[in-house]
């Protein structure tokens, strides 16, 4: 039941977004805060979080539910589709460059029974790849996380190596 009504809540989400009653509202928002709101929309006990180059006291501007909401369609992808028991990395990243400084959110996991999706659909709304059909899911996660990281001026890009899969991506520090 908790599935399904994961499964009604996300598209309700999604008709709000469409429906423009989801608006960015970009503001500056510390680390610290942006960090406990997404741990606290996922908690569990398999995600381990990296933090490099920057402190809880670095200030963003953005908007802390669109974030929240990407990051949250990752980490939950990655639970389900990860082998059972192994660890989700959560990384988070400062990058500084002489032209610009990104903060990067990666979640990276270990592939599953699943396999790997399609790089090619991965994104697509109601994309879902043919082994991982037999689980609760409407294939419109990644669809929105990326939708938002657009409306957010940045773009999620999805990576395998080995036996891992990842995903990125970064709002302007």
């Not at 805060?33 to 180059?53: D, F």
């Not at 991982?132 to 990326?146: E, M, S």
Request: charged letters at 20%.
């Amino acid at each position: 039941m908790d599935e399904i009504d994961g499964i009604i809540e996300r598209c309700s989400e999604i008709d709000k977004y469409e429906q423009g009653y989801i608006p960015i509202a970009i503001e500056p928002v510390s680390l610290g805060v942006l960090m406990s709101v997404v741990k606290n929309a996922q908690t569990s006990e398999r995600i381990y979080t990296i933090v490099r180059g920057c402190d809880d006291h670095l200030q963003v501007r953005t908007d802390l539910y669109y974030i929240k909401a990407i990051l949250s369609n990752l980490l939950s992808n990655a639970l389900k589709y990860s082998l059972a028991d192994s660890l989700i990395e959560f990384k988070v990243e400062m990058i500084k460059t002489d032209v610009r400084s990104e903060l990067v959110f990666t979640v990276s996991n270990e592939v599953g029974v699943n396999g790997v999706p399609d790089a090619q659909q991965v994104f697509q709304r109601y994309y879902r790849a043919e082994m991982a059909k037999q689980q609760l899911g409407a294939g419109l996660g990644l669809w929105l996380a990326q939708s938002m990281a657009k409306a957010l001026g940045s773009h999620i890009h999805f990576h395998t190596q080995s036996h891992t899969v990842s995903f990125h991506f970064a709002i302007k520090a």
